[in-house]
């Protein structure tokens, strides 16, 4: 395993805009995702995106959160629009082989980086 490194986290307001960034490109081949802590420190999927750019999301994020790859770059997003507190958590992402969604990628073959802290006040 060698985890990703995420970036983009930071503090916004309820009802902001935040874009988490990560370096896939010793994964190209693997279904991609994002993974945060909820309230009990629990990590949960919320959304992932094949090799072929199918998409998932968890309803908690789904309208309000996009999961894309630029593949020429090696780079995949996590876009959060209309951010609330409950938000508010450390974001992974992860890469993992073979079913892709917001579950399966818990699985994850890349193991797990540091995290990048995401915080939505009101």
């Known amino acids: 395993q060698v985890p990703m490194v995420e970036s983009g986290g930071g503090s916004v307001q309820v009802g902001g805009s935040l874009r988490l960034s990560c370096d896939f490109s010793?994964?190209?081949?693997?279904?991609l995702g994002w993974v945060r802590r909820d309230g009990a420190g629990l990590r949960e999927g919320i959304a992932s995106?094949?090799?072929?750019?199918?998409?998932n999301y968890r309803d908690s994020v789904e309208g309000r959160f996009t999961i894309s790859r630029d593949d020429a770059k090696g780079i995949f997003y996590l876009q959060m629009d209309n951010l609330i507190p409950e938000d508010t958590s450390v974001y992974y992402c992860?890469?993992?082989?073979?079913?892709?969604?917001?579950?399966?990628?818990?699985?994850?073959?890349?193991?797990w980086g540091p995290g990048t802290q995401v915080t939505v006040s009101s």
């Open positions: 992860v890469a993992v082989w073979g079913k892709c969604d917001y579950v399966t990628i818990l699985r994850t073959d890349s193991g």
């Open positions: 010793k994964y190209t081949r693997y279904c």
């Open positions: 995106i094949s090799r072929t750019g199918a998409t």
